[in-house]
């Protein structure tokens, strides 16, 4: 969100409200921080696509591409795989990397009342320690 309220040049003053050209009169905002709501999967992360076979740009790609932000979308993408959920599931995690230990803090709002967990695990199994994330909820 914050990425697109920059694209608009809009801005939260020191006292909450918006501004930015065509902001309505009185709309304020303020920015959440993780510690009180998980974002979506793969929030900040840019994905390129690529065409099929073409080794050039997949060499250019390759070398654009930031470790720990890859594997930890690795682990969200796969909480959000075992979830069985999609981008509209009432779903949130964030991976972070601290070391050779990564994070994961995830809620569901699947069910009847709010369930959340965090487990950290190994850098190098991302999707393993999404997998158990999804499974300490649906457990």
């Known amino acids: ?5 920059n694209r608009l040049d809009f801005s939260i003053t020191a006292d909450g409200a918006l ?7 009185g709309i ?3 920015a959440l921080d993780t510690e009180l709501m998980l974002p979506c999967v ?3 992360a840019i994905g ?4 099929a076979n073409d080794g050039r740009i997949k060499k250019i790609c390759e070398r654009l591409n930031h470790f720990n932000t890859h594997t930890a979308v690795s682990a969200e993408r796969s909480f959000l795989r ?5 981008c509209s599931s009432p779903v949130g995690a964030e991976a972070t990397v601290d070391g050779t230990q ?7 709002f699947l069910n009847d ?11 190098r199994e991302p999707e393993a320690l999404g997998a158990a994330v999804a499974a300490e909820l649906c457990g």
């Open 28 to 30: 304020r905002a303020v």
């Open 19 to 25: 501004e930015g050209d065509a902001v309505p009169d």
């Open 82 to 86: 075992e979830m069985g959920g999609g």
């Open 1 to 5: 969100a914050a990425a697109g309220l």
């Open 42 to 44: 793969g929030q900040g």
């Open 48 to 51: 390129i696509e690529i065409r």
């Open 113 to 123: 009342t709010v369930q959340r967990a965090e487990q950290a695990g190994d850098l």
């Open 102 to 108: 990564l994070r994961l803090r995830a809620v569901s």
